[in-house]
Structure formats: C-alpha cells, structure tokens
C-alpha cells in the first residue's frame, strides 16, 4: 500500500482480555518499530524488527507484551491479561533506512 | 544517555505572529534529527529533519529549524502561525547509520488564538 496500515483503529477490551493489533508496513522497509503512546505523552519505544528479526525489545513493558513479524512484513503486536495501565494509542512505523521514518495511524488501546 | 527535551508542554500564539519551539538532544553519535507534527487522533507526519550541510533546514508547511551543535539543539520556527498549525509537536533523534530505535520528546501542544 502507499503508506503504513495499522488495523483496528480503535480497541476497547475489558481487563484480563488479551488484545492483537495489526501493522502492514511500507513494501519493502526492511525495519519495523512499536511505538507506545500514553495519553499527553511522546512516544515510547517498544521493539525493532529488521525483517522478521527482532532486534530489540528492551522496551516492552512487561512480559505480556509480545510482537512477532514471522516473514518480515506484517507485524503484530499482542497484549496478554490486558490492565488499564495498557490504555494508550500502539504506533507502527516502518522505515528503509537511515533518516527516514513512516508512521501509521495507530491503533487506540482502551481497557476497561 | 540518549534523550530529547522539549522543555515547553504548552504554547500559545495568536494567528500571525512567529513561533518558536524548543528542543534539546543529548546522543552518543551524530544524530539525525527530525520534527514530526501530529493533530489530534492522527499519526505523526514529518516537518523537517536535519543530519548534515546546512544548519537551517526548511521543511513543510513554511516550518523551518536550526541545528546549533554546541547548544545541542534542533530549535523549531516558523515566521506566521496559521490557524491550522494548532497541533503536537514532537521533536526526535535517530541513527545516522545502521538500524537503532528512534528517540522522541513528550511533544508541545500548540494551540493558536484567533
């Protein structure tokens, strides 16, 4: 697609459910970030991918946090045993090299 | 360690007169350093981003930044605020080679007064 695709736009899970989202990076951008979004804040970052390697993951807040990219496009990001706490908006972007940067919409995380 | 400040949470201007945004970068390597815009329930669009040559760089939407290496900073400006330049702004800094995490501020919400 032209640009990077993020899907739901919007998720509201009742605490305790586990949740997946989805990002369909730029054709061909080798690397792939999460980015976290806590309401007022900047984003955070979550893990890396370079192709379906993740190269880093140093900031997933907790061990129910998981991302996968299995063929080194799609990306998801799942969340176990959702918490209030996970409420925020999830950010994907997807880059080809050095300096360059492309975000999706995101996808707007409410746990009640 | 790697951060970005943006020391403003919040600024007003009146439609018309000049604006400027701050941004202060603590990183190993040089840099590349980019300002991205976002309006409410959207993503982050990029304004400008600077790695070398020029210190002043022009970007979209009339915006412009200047790079001062010994103040390290990435100062946002731009001469006459629009109506419709009400929005987040988040300054960043990237790796300039190789593949590495990109490193944002909190962002400073800019609201503009008719």
């Known amino acids: 697609g032209a640009g990077v695709s993020q899907s739901p736009r919007y998720k509201v899970a009742k605490r305790g459910q586990d949740v997946a989202l989805r990002c369909d990076p730029i054709s061909g951008h080798v690397s792939l970030f999460w980015y976290q979004q806590a309401l007022g804040q900047g984003p955070e970052f979550l893990t890396y991918f370079q192709n379906e390697a993740q190269l880093d993951k140093s900031g997933l807040p907790s061990d129910r946090f998981f991302a996968e990219r299995p063929e080194g496009s799609v990306s998801t990001l799942k969340i176990q045993r959702t918490q209030q706490e996970d409420s925020a908006v999830y950010l994907c972007?997807?880059?080809?090299?050095?300096?360059?940067?492309?975000f999706g919409s995101g996808t707007q995380l409410s746990v009640l | 360690a790697q951060s970005v400040t943006q020391p403003d949470i919040h600024i007003t201007v009146s439609e018309g007169a000049s604006l400027e945004l701050r941004c202060n970068y603590s990183y190993g390597a040089t840099p590349y350093l980019f300002w991205y815009v976002q309006s409410p329930g959207q993503g982050l669009q990029l304004l400008l981003k600077y790695f070398s040559g020029d210190t002043l760089v022009q970007g979209i939407k009339g915006f412009e930044a200047e790079f001062k290496r010994s103040q390290s900073s990435f100062n946002l400006r731009k001469p006459s605020v629009h109506w419709s330049d009400a929005a987040e702004y988040f300054c960043?800094?990237?790796?300039?080679?190789?593949?590495?995490?990109?490193?944002f501020g909190t962002g400073t919400r800019l609201k503009v007064l008719a």
């Open positions: 972007a997807s880059s080809p090299g050095p300096g360059k940067l492309f």
């Open positions: 960043a800094v990237g790796p300039s080679s190789g593949t590495y995490k990109y490193i």
